[in-house]
């Protein structure tokens, strides 16, 4: 087996060392030494895109905030699915990984971010939810590993009463929440529901039809006021 190539390696302030390396035709983002994804693994990308913007296809002004850039594919699969007058917003916390995504990375999601429809904020997608107020149809989290197995705490916040209350703010009525999670959590489910939306679970595979499964949590916003 070929060992791993390091081909990036950054010192975050309040992360740590974030690398990116390769073997063969695979690609890891590590942070302190710990997996955090890979670029096999990216079905379940592709069906949250999947379900966030079902029926959205032929409406126009949609908006949509990505939560999380990662490899790029669940930004490539939102595109994919919106017509051309639609608006994608990437909240990445990390530069360089949305370095990364406009260099090395770009062919993998077919170089998302060249798209017209697409704006990068480099700031926490928690902060830039709790700057706006009815602006998104469509909230696409994937930060860390989902609500379950965070490798840096800080983004505990982003899944809890708060965070759930700046995403119900920044959606238009009737909007949706899609939360990528590494494994399921009863837990966080009913904090959707406490927060005002309507929960469906998804479990996607990681990649094709088999093996590793993740979990999707879709809420759909209720009218304010309906439990």
């Known amino acids: 087996m070929k060992p791993w190539e390091t ?33 096999r693994q990216h079905g379940s990308e592709e069906a949250l895109a999947d379900a966030g913007c079902e029926g959205l296809a032929g409406r126009s002004g949609v908006r949509v905030l990505v939560g999380g850039l990662g490899f790029g594919y669940t930004t490539r699969a939102v ?12 909240a990445e916390l990390l530069p360089v990984v949305v370095t990364w995504n ?5 062919p993998l999601a077919g170089a998302p971010l060249e798209d017209p429809r697409v704006t990068v904020v480099e700031l926490d997608v928690g902060k830039h939810m ?14 860390d590993n989902g609500p379950t197995a965070l490798t840096h705490p800080d983004n505990h916040g982003l899944y809890g009463r708060v ?3 700046h995403a119900v703010q920044a959606l ?3 909007g949706v929440l899609g939360v990528w999670s590494a ?3 009863p837990a966080f489910e009913r904090r959707m529901e406490q927060a005002g939306f309507t929960v469906q679970v998804l479990h996607p595979a990681a990649h094709g039809t088999k093996g590793t499964r993740h979990t999707l949590f879709m809420g ?8």
């Open 172 to 174: 238009r009525p009737g």
């Open 7 to 39: 081909l990036e390696r950054a010192e975050v302030p309040d992360v740590g060392e974030v690398t990116l390396v390769r073997r063969g035709d695979e690609y890891v983002f590590r942070v302190r030494g710990q997996t955090l994804m890979s670029s």
């Open 183 to 185: 494994g399921p959590s």
């Open 79 to 90: 595109l994919d699915r919106l017509g051309p007058d639609a608006r994608v917003t990437v």
């Open 163 to 165: 965070g759930l209350a």
């Open 220 to 227: 759909k916003r209720r009218p304010q006021g309906r439990r």
């Open 130 to 143: 709790a700057r706006q107020s009815g602006t998104y149809d469509v909230i696409l989290l994937d930060v």
């Open 102 to 106: 406009r260099g090395l990375l770009a």
